[in-house]
């Protein structure tokens, strides 16, 4: 109350009274007709005005813009404009709370009391905006834009508050395209470097420990405020020695050791916080030599297998290249091979990825990456041209979903066009797209890039998918593991794909909003499919993950199935079907596609995409590039308007194809198996049988074989094909008989 006090004395020449309401009382009575020179008293005064006493500061407000007297009239009241007439009234006011303003009051605080006893009274809330208009104040809500749209402004990325980041943000052109990239052919003779001590050798590049502290605490923008130290060591030496550098956006090494004239071995940042996940790596070189020979190798590597043995090459990006010759990202490597090392210990087994390797230029600025590099400052771009762009605006609205643990912003699309009325929107059916949960997974980026760039074009498939759905799309999940470099934790140090069943909130803000959003969708309409995007470091080609529940007839079993086929058949050269799978195993109860389809969607699918290339068609023994990620983003659009035509011939002929395989797969897989299987387990747990037999996804564990299985295989498979037969039939005359408008089946 000190304030208020010096307020109301300040150059009046009031008493020094001794009651602090007394003081603020003067100091409002004071300035009913008297402009205060402090602002900030102004903005007191002018507050509780505007809430207690509306009309006696509009008034007030007019008679000072206009000049008209020493008096101000309200209804029959008169406030002189100089003195404290009211001030006991206004005390009276003050001593009661504002719940409690009741007859007893004084004249004029008991009418206004009951004028707004019949007048609801505003929250305090940032939406509400006042202009001065039409010669007073005007109150109106704040535009959702301004609120939950994207900023005009660039939203440099947050870090947390000790990791180091350079200023420079580093940026790489798609490039022009040079032709298929061949896998790398094993010869045998790779050569396998072992060292007595894998860090042996001159350190030339050591980044400071990212986390001084166990869990994350809290983040800045641009990182560290302390002052940039020098990562690389002597770096203006001018010898051969290359420079390193990774303190940029989703940049990953932590530590170089020279072992040799041109050989390197490189140590990789742990996803933070945690002690795991050395997968993603994506770094700077500098001061290289042409037309020499160099190695690499990382030695700190934790997957005992990799697609480094089935062919894959790293990723090399040259600046001179790109200004030259307009190449961007392109596959390099020689003498390739991922093998075990002596760098462990009894808790823990590393491995090693090395490779040679001719730089194109000396002198030259390159980057080596995992898979092609898309950051968050590149999605903010996107959706910046998407908003700013005047036909796109109108048909997709850029929204934040929540606000990482970081502060990133995690976006949110909402795909539809216009409808002609109400009730047509809410008539249509809801499809979801999710990507980039797990950080490292960089492909999954470059589908939904092609998803959306199909879905905002001009195309009639485009038109007729926003007038058939309304999509929400959630970009980026993990804003946050994107930005530091992470290969698949938040800055929880946790697997946002394994917490959806979790009700931690502030923990994995993300993933809780993601799974809100999907209910309020499905109470307000028809989920018709979701699809959540990811990369798989272990197997070949593009596939689907669904889920299937045990017991099911076979018709349940052959619908969850026909949109992956639907998908093969349209990427021939790059999905396989036979890689697909649908059984629900414990450990992956918690992810995405399990909990949303025990939420009720039945559509609800995994597509993975190779880190490597297919083995499939023309793309066979290829590597995929951002051509081919993004063609899947267009395939996927082209498989959501087959499934719902409303010609369902294609629909049909897949759902019988996939009948006749299911009765194909049971009777060989158990006839050669030799296995014994009880009557009373169903078909799902025959075809779960069939589907563990096989890998799953990278944390998977291979399930046992079913402790049910335990008569004569000839006799269950005989009994089964009986009723798959009747059921396919009886299906097929319904399907003949029945007539429905819907254009997606059910």
């Not at 900030?40 to 007297?69: T, W």
């Not at 000790?162 to 050569?191: A, N, Q």
């Not at 993603?280 to 990799?306: D, G």
């Not at 999710?434 to 485009?462: I, Q, Y």
């Amino acid at each position: 109350m000190s304030y208020l006090k010096d307020a109301a004395n300040g150059g009046a020449g009031q008493p020094d009274h001794s009651n602090s309401v007394h003081y603020m009382l003067t100091f409002l009575a004071w300035n009913l007709n008297r402009r205060p020179a402090d602002p900030e008293a102004g903005d007191i005064y002018i507050q509780y005005m505007r809430k207690h006493f509306p009309e006696v500061l509009a008034a007030q407000q007019k008679a000072n813009r206009a000049d008209l007297g020493t008096k101000v009239k309200h209804q029959d009241l008169f406030l002189p404009s100089a003195g404290n007439d009211y001030e006991c009234d206004i005390e009276d006011f003050l001593q009661d709370s504002d719940d409690e303003c009741d007859e007893r009051d004084s004249p004029l605080t008991a009418t206004i009391s009951k004028r707004y006893q019949r007048k609801p009274r505003l929250p305090r809330t940032t939406q509400i905006v006042i202009e001065d208009s039409f010669g007073g104040l005007v109150h109106r809500l704040r535009e959702p834009w301004d609120l939950y749209g994207l900023s005009t402004k660039h939203q440099l990325p947050c870090w947390p508050q000790e990791c180091e980041v350079i200023k420079e943000r580093i940026r790489h052109i798609v490039g022009v395209s040079i032709g298929l990239e061949s896998l790398y052919r094993p010869t045998g003779l790779e050569e396998a470097p072992m060292y007595i001590n894998p860090e042996e050798g001159e350190v030339v590049y050591c980044a400071n420990k990212a986390y001084l502290e166990p869990y994350f605490t809290f983040s800045r923008v641009s990182g560290s405020p302390r002052p940039l130290k020098q990562a690389a060591i002597n770096p203006d030496r001018q010898d051969n020695v290359l420079i390193f550098e990774a303190r940029f956006e989703s940049g990953n090494l932590q530590k170089v050791f020279k072992v040799g004239t041109y050989e390197y071995n490189l140590i990789l940042r742990t996803d933070l916080y945690t002690a795991k996940h050395t997968q993603w790596y994506y770094f700077q070189v500098k001061n290289m030599q042409e037309e020499v020979e160099y190695r690499f190798t990382i030695i700190n590597l934790m997957k005992p297998t990799s697609l480094y043995n089935m062919g894959m090459k790293p990723l090399m990006y040259s600046t001179k290249e790109a200004e030259l010759c307009q190449v961007g990202w392109r596959r390099v490597g020689n003498q390739i091979k991922y093998y075990r090392n002596n760098y462990g210990n009894d808790k823990q087994q590393y491995y090693s990825l090395t490779w040679t390797f001719e730089f194109p230029h000396g002198a030259d600025t390159c980057y080596f990456a995992h898979c092609y590099p898309y950051t968050y400052s590149d999605l903010q771009d996107y959706l910046m041209d998407v908003a700013n762009d005047p036909a796109k605006s109108k048909f997709c609205k850029v929204r934040v979903l929540c606000r990482s643990l970081a502060g990133n912003m995690v976006y949110v699309l909402t795909v539809t066009n216009p409808s002609e009325c109400p009730e047509v929107a809410a008539a249509k059916k809801a499809v979801i797209l999710t990507a980039r949960v797990h950080p490292g997974e960089t492909n999954s980026s470059w589908m939904m890039k092609g998803f959306l760039d199909c879905l905002l074009g001009n195309s009639m498939d485009a038109k007729l998918l926003r007038d058939t759905f309304l999509f929400k799309i959630v970009p980026m999940l993990n804003p946050d593991g994107v930005i530091v470099g992470n290969y698949r934790c938040s800055l929880s140090g946790q697997d946002l794909n394994r917490k959806y069943r979790s009700f931690l909130k502030e923990t994995y803000p993300p993933v809780w909003y993601t799974r809100k959003l999907i209910k309020r969708l499905m109470e307000e309409r028809t989920v018709f499919l979701y699809c959540d995007l990811h990369g798989h470091n272990r197997k070949q080609n593009i596939f689907m993950y669904g889920c299937q529940s045990r017991r099911r007839t076979v018709s349940s079993f052959a619908k969850q199935r026909v949109f992956p086929l639907m998908l093969s058949k349209n990427c021939c050269n790059k999905f396989s079907f036979r890689s697909c799978k649908f059984h629900v195993k414990r450990v992956k109860e918690g992810t995405g596609r399990v909990v949303v389809w025990r939420m009720g969607i039945t559509n609800s699918y995994t597509l993975e995409t190779t880190f490597c290339g297919s083995t499939l068609g023309e793309k066979k023994d290829f590597h995929f590039n951002v051509t081919d990620l993004e063609s899947v983003g267009f395939e996927f659009c082209d498989t959501l308007l087959d499934y719902c035509d409303p010609d369902q011939s294609k629909y049909m002929q897949c759902k019988r194809q996939l009948q006749n395989q299911i009765k194909e797969d049971v009777a060989a897989r158990l006839k050669v198996s030799s296995a014994r299987y009880d009557s009373d387990a169903s078909l799902g747990d025959i075809l779960s049988y069939i589907e563990s037999s096989t890998t799953g996804s990278n944390s998977s564990e291979s399930d046992y074989q079913p402790v049910h299985l335990g008569r004569e295989v000839h006799e269950v498979c005989t009994e089964w094909l009986l009723i798959l037969w009747e059921e396919c039939d009886k299906e097929e005359k319904t399907t003949e008989n029945q007539k429905t408008r819907d254009k997606i089946p059910t």
